[in-house]
Structure formats: structure tokens, C-alpha cells
């Protein structure tokens, strides 16, 4: 009986604000083995660390499958050079340090590391809608990505001159395509934004600025005549919008319009910096705009706003990763990195 | 006696609105050479084609200098792969046509083509404040050029894994970087810019912009103590403006700080998307801003709308090539091309 040769794969990483996921991801994006545990909410460096290893030596430990290098995408701001981490609002224990340097000393394997919303977009180039587009005979030469969530976050993939394939756009430290923080209300009262500023898309058009409208406006006593009156303030959320507005609720679609306005300008003002031949729109927000057939009010808003005829010739497709976007685009980026 | 080596040289092209200016330049960015004439106003596609032959054709003639390539920046939208123009509004004349095939067929030589204001961000990389500021051993990872004049456009110039250099960001079909357009004031009555949009960062800061507010409010009778006041309305410049700021007329620097509020949001969105590690003003009026000490207002107004400490470590800076910026970017594009 001979020995059967492993499987090369990728061990890649997702660590959110809830969950740490991780995969063994085949070149084709093919999901081999995955596991997720909840993080230790208020538990310490120490414990999210545990937390990793644990799950890291469960998969170095999956039968006839052999991990060549390790893809971590994080929710939050990370340098994709030294790897280290800078204040992640909801992984704030990580605060600092580097997973790419202990990790790469601790398996002697290499690690790339890059925030979720960017990852999210290689995992869509490599896996999902770009590759799509590409076997339609429509290889995307400058990718977008958003995701519209909780937060907006976002990505950016493009051709350069020189390289065979688009490459993640990192600017100086990682911080690229943060659409979510681009201002697309300049009234002096315009919405404030968890980061402090006044009228960020993210204060608009986000999963939080959604219910907040919702709810502040039905506080008012208005709208009585809404399903979403019926709802206890408190527990309000963008999902119920979403809900109402499939239903048919006019209160629910007009909330909804307006996130849609949010998002036409942020995206045309990003159209307008990257020239993008496909958009794509994931989280769970954008799973709701997509229900509710918004997509091409949105598409139609933001073509509104462009100077040209040309910057106007792009797709708007919503993600198909899903919640996997970031863990396959971590894959992706660890391929990519094993061929350079 | 034996015959002198040529030089070797790119054949730099910037074709204005209103020159066509050619020039010579060595690989360290030296102008050897350098001629330009107006653009024949009214002419028909020929008397554009002939003016840029004669030009070719001395540049050519040069002795001891031998062309090995060709790079053109031109005022318009620009496809970088077909080099087709499309509808440049100062140079409609060349609407529709390829430089690029034409002028590689007739000479035999590569030719690149890209707009001006996207080469003017290659030319301030190589040879400018990208140079200056890599010399001063901070060589930009990211680099935008916005260039404030007539109009407002821009080049951004970034590194991407897996190449040696920074590179000229092209998107689909090179039209990125279109910061002029982008929206800084959401009100419904905002500013109609000449792109039929409201509220466009041109249509709030650029030179036309500048003189159109200070007519708008001294056509209605304000403002009479201001020196401006003396000037007939329809002769009245940007250039008028800074001149009247720099004497210290009050009414002149209040519009000049609401050009400087229009650069901060539309500049702070940017900052949001490419994470620049420099940012270089370009144009007549950058010159301005630059006489009347506004570019820390500018940086601090920019400061105060961004999410995050890290995104605030740019340097924002003056253009070092100044009119040759375009010019100059050209040639190193070529220089570049002819390494690929």
C-alpha cells in the first residue's frame, strides 16, 4: 500500500468580530475542509491567541491535505508589510500586533495579511463574480468591491502595466478603498458617523444608518401606518426594513431609497477615481437591496452622476461569495503570493 | 575625425487646449530639446494633423539626438490601448482618432499615449516631487497629482506587489483619477459644473469656479470695499483673486478659502481611496494657493475629515515641474515602456 500524496491548499484565515474561520482552500478556490469558533468576546491577547492556535492546529491536522502558506484577512485597518494590526475597532485584543510575524515563525510557513474588505475583493476577482465575468468573456481590468453591512468597507483590484493579472490596490499602508468614510452628505446636519465625521456613506447607507433613520423617524410618531411601527424600537434593524419593503411597506422603501441615494453618490464619486468595469455590492445589506430589485435604481443613480459616457460602462453585479468572500479572497492572495 | 555618438532621447508630445508643445528629454529627465506652437484654433482635423507633423518632423531633424520612442499627453480622454481619443473637449479636432497607430506606423517607433493630467502624476514620480521626496529617502508607495487650473484632473501613481516601481493607474479604460468630478457639495442649488453635474469638485474650486463666485457676488453689489470691485466684471480671473488676496483684500480670501474647502472634501474622499503617502498640487491656481500660503489650511482640512490617524501621513506639496509636468511625464512613460 503506497501512501496517498497530499492535496496542496491554503490555510486561509477570516477573523471578524464574531467569528475566527478558518478553510483549507484548493487553486481553484474549492473549499477542502472548514471551521469557525466564536471570538472570547472580552477575553484577553491571550485568549484570542489560544483561540487561533487551536483552530490553526486543527487544520494542519485535516488528513491528505498539505497547507503551503497562510491568508489572513482581518476586520480591520492591518499593514500589509510587517503585518501589524492598528486599533481594529471590533478585534481591539489584536490591537498591535502581528499574526503574519508570529505565525510565519511559529509554522515556518509564509503569511500574507490584509483587511477583509480588500481580500474580499481578490476573492471575488479570482473566485467569484470576476471570474464569472471572465469566463463570459468579460475579464474585469478594475474591480470594486463593497461590502454593505454593519460598516461599508470596500476593495479595489486592477490592471497595471507590466503584471499578467489585476492586483490588489494597497496605497501607502493597506488603507485603500474606504468608500464607507468617503462624505456623500455635506449639509451641516448630515448624519454622524461612528468615525466621528458627518455625512461618511457609512453614516447613510450602512445596515446601522438604515435602522437608525427607521427608527428615529417612527420615535417621531410618523409612519404610523407602517409594519415597522409595530416594532419595538429597540429592535429595529436593517433586516426588518428590508422585510417591510418586500412587503411592499411605502415607509420601508422610502428608508430604502434613501440608502440607495447614499450609495449613488459614493459609488459615482469612486467610479470617477477608478474607472471600474465591475462593481460588485456584498453583505448583508446589499443581499436586501438585491431582494428588493434596487440594484439597477442604484446603477441608474450613480450613472446620473458621471461626467462621461465611458466612465459609465461598468457592471453592477452583487457578490457571489457570500460570506465566504474574505476567506477565499485570503486563499487567492496566498496563491497568488506562493507564484510570485 | 569620427562621427559623435547620437544621444539617446524620448520624444515627448503634451498637446494642449491651446499648444502643442514637443521636447526631447534624456533618461534622467533633462530637456535637450524643446518647441511649441499654438494650436490652429478652428482648424479642421488636417491642419491638427499637419501641426503636429511639422513639429515630429523638427524634433527629428535634431542632430546628435536620436528619438527612441514616442510618449503624447493629451488634454482628454484617452484609451491607453487603442489610443483612441474620445471627444477631448479642447481638442475636438482629434475626436476619434489614434496618435498612437498613426504616428507608430509613419515613424516605426513605440509610441504611448495617456491624458495629461495622468502623465503629469509619472512626470512628478520620476522626475519631480516624487523624485525630491525619494532623494529625501521617502520614496511615495502612493502617489496623486491633482492639477487645479481652467479645469480640475488628476494621476494617481501607486506600487503593487510584484513590481519594482510604482505604477500609473489606468483602470478600464484610463479614465481614473477624474478628482474634478468628484461631488464636495450635495445642495441642491450646489455649482453646475460645465459636465451638465451639480456640486463637482471643478465646478466649487477650479479657476473658472473661483472667478465665477467672485462675479456672482460683486454682480450683485456686495462686497464694494473689496479691490475686485474695481475690476470690469467680465475680466475678472482667479488670477485677479490671488493677486487681491495676496494685498490682503478680505472679500478676495474668503473665496479663496471656499475653493479650499471644496479641495479638502474632495481631496479628503480621495485620501479615503488611495491612501497617498504624497499628494502634489499642480495648475495655475495650485500657484496660487501656494503664494498665499493656504496649502497647510488645505492638509488640515483634509485632516479633519479622514477616519483615521494612519491615513493622515501624507505630504501634501507643490508641483516641482510645473507647466513640463505633462511633458516630462510623457517622456518618462515612454522610458518606462521601453523597459517593459
Not at 128 to 134: I, N, Q, V
Not at 158 to 187: C, F, I, K, Q
Not at 226 to 251: H, T
Request: charged share 15%; with cysteine.
Amino acid at each position: 500500500m503506497t501512501a496517498q500524496k497530499p492535496v496542496p491548499a491554503m490555510l486561509a484565515v477570516d477573523w471578524g468580530g464574531t467569528w475566527c474561520r478558518m478553510g483549507l482552500i484548493d487553486r481553484h478556490g474549492e473549499v477542502l475542509w472548514q471551521a469557525r469558533r466564536p471570538n472570547p468576546r472580552g477575553g484577553s491577547r491571550t485568549d484570542y491567541l489560544s483561540l487561533g492556535a487551536s483552530l490553526l492546529n486543527e487544520a494542519f491536522s485535516v488528513e491528505d491535505i498539505r497547507a503551503l502558506g497562510i491568508g489572513i484577512a482581518v476586520a480591520g485597518p492591518v499593514d500589509p508589510d510587517s503585518g501589524i494590526l492598528y486599533q481594529p475597532p471590533n478585534l481591539m485584543a489584536l490591537d498591535g500586533i502581528s499574526l503574519k510575524r508570529m505565525w510565519r515563525e511559529q509554522y515556518g510557513l509564509p503569511v500574507l495579511v490584509g483587511n477583509d474588505a480588500n481580500y474580499a475583493a481578490v476573492g471575488e476577482f479570482h473566485f467569484g463574480a470576476g471570474r464569472d465575468a471572465a469566463q463570459a468573456g468579460h475579464p474585469p481590468r478594475s474591480l470594486f468591491y463593497v461590502t454593505v453591512s454593519t460598516g461599508i468597507g470596500g476593495g479595489a483590484v486592477m490592471r497595471v502595466p507590466g503584471l499578467p493579472e489585476p492586483s490588489l490596490l494597497l496605497g501607502a499602508n493597506g488603507l485603500t478603498a474606504e468608500v464607507g468614510h468617503t462624505t456623500v452628505d455635506t449639509a451641516v446636519g448630515a448624519p454622524l458617523c461612528q468615525c466621528g465625521k458627518r455625512g461618511c456613506l457609512e453614516a447613510v447607507s450602512s445596515g446601522t444608518a438604515i435602522a437608525n433613520y427607521a427608527r428615529a423617524a417612527l420615535a417621531e410618531g410618523r409612519h404610523r401606518d407602517s409594519a415597522l411601527a409595530a416594532i419595538a424600537l429597540e429592535e429595529l434593524s436593517s433586516r426588518a426594513v428590508v422585510a417591510a419593503g418586500v412587503q411592499g411597506d411605502a415607509f420601508a422603501n422610502a428608508v430604502m431609497s434613501r440608502a440607495c441615494e447614499g450609495l449613488a453618490v459614493g459609488l459615482a464619486n469612486m467610479v470617477h477615481l477608478f474607472n471600474p468595469d465591475l462593481i460588485i455590492l456584498g453583505g448583508g445589506v446589499s443581499e436586501g437591496l438585491t431582494q428588493l430589485n434596487l440594484l439597477p435604481t442604484i446603477r441608474q443613480g450613480i450613472h446620473d452622476r458621471l461626467m462621461s459616457e465611458l466612465h459609465k460602462a461598468f457592471d453592477l453585479v452583487p457578490s457571489v461569495l457570500g460570506d465566504n468572500s474574505g476567506l477565499l479572497g485570503a486563499a487567492a492572495a496566498a496563491w497568488e503570493g506562493s507564484e510570485l
